[in-house]
């Protein structure tokens, strides 16, 4: 199970993270959702280790900073777009491979077991088709799948996805939050989008202004209310077979 205690984080005098005390349940999707700029990216990365934590975060009882490097890279992976190289050239297979690479030893060459499953995770965000094309022809979209799929490539026990869905058509959307159920996985996903985080999420965290404002459930956290004082505009909701509706 992943624990935070007590995590503060300042840059300069700003006070950015504050007091961040939660549990993740495990093999569940929870989002993190709040105004911009509230801290749930650097929230992420604390969780993800790129930003020090200093015993703040724990994995089944041990502080991360006490996982070797490595045994936290198969552990727990992160989605994101930053490329510390041009990936431009690449084709759309070698990335979702490159998910594997946590799993390798030094100068090892990938098995046919990990192109089975990088094969795997490109059929299931949809992308199979585009295996052969190079990075730089696609499209915002597709571009993101590719990245979700190396990410989910991996099989992590721990998945971190910052706004995943921000290129996807409402299809796939729905399609990714399918996938990452039957993944199952604990997913911890920052999302924009405040319906689907209602309607497919387990549970959810509201940040604002570096703090925990709300946890728990969407259909207990995410009311018209609370969410209208955290973003300052009226909300609505429905419910139709068990399914929970946001608007706004
Ligand atoms: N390297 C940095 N230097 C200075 N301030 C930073 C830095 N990184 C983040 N911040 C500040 O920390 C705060 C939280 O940023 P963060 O990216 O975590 O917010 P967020 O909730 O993910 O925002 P968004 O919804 O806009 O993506 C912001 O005020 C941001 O300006």
Redo the contacts with the bound molecule.
């Keep these: 199970m992943l624990q935070i205690k007590n995590l503060n984080y300042k840059?300069k005098q700003?006070i950015?993270l504050n007091n961040i005390t939660l549990t993740f349940p495990d093999n569940k999707i929870t989002c993190i959702i709040?105004p911009?700029?509230?801290?749930?990216?650097?929230l992420l990365a604390h969780i993800s280790s790129l930003l020090k934590s200093s015993e703040k975060i724990s994995l089944d009882g041990i502080y991360i900073e006490k996982i070797p490097a490595r045994t936290y890279a198969r552990k727990v992976a992160i989605l994101s777009q930053r490329q510390e190289f041009s990936i431009d050239e690449f084709l759309v297979s070698d990335i979702v491979l490159m998910g594997r690479y946590p799993h390798k030893k030094r100068f090892q060459d990938y098995s046919t077991a990990d192109i089975r499953i990088a094969d795997k995770m490109m059929l299931n965000t949809g992308i199979k088709h585009l295996s052969g094309k190079k990075i730089k022809t696609l499209s915002g979209g597709e571009r993101q799948r590719v990245f979700i799929a190396k990410a989910m490539a991996q099989e992590p026990d721990i998945l971190l996805l910052d706004e995943p869905t921000n290129h996807l058509d409402v299809k796939y959307k729905l399609a990714l939050m399918r996938e990452l159920k039957k993944f199952g996985k604990t997913v911890i996903i920052?999302l924009?989008d405040l319906s689907l985080a209602a309607r497919c999420c387990d549970n959810s965290i509201v940040?604002y202004d570096g703090t925990i404002a709300a946890a728990g459930k969407p259909t207990k956290i995410l009311t018209p209310e609370f969410l209208e004082k955290i973003f300052e505009v009226p909300f609505y909701t429905a419910k139709q077979n068990d399914n929970y509706f946001l608007y706004y």
Excluded: E, L, R
């Excluded at 911009?36 to 650097?42: P, Q």
């Design positions: 840059i700003q950015i709040g911009n700029g509230c801290g749930k990216s650097t920052v924009h940040m």
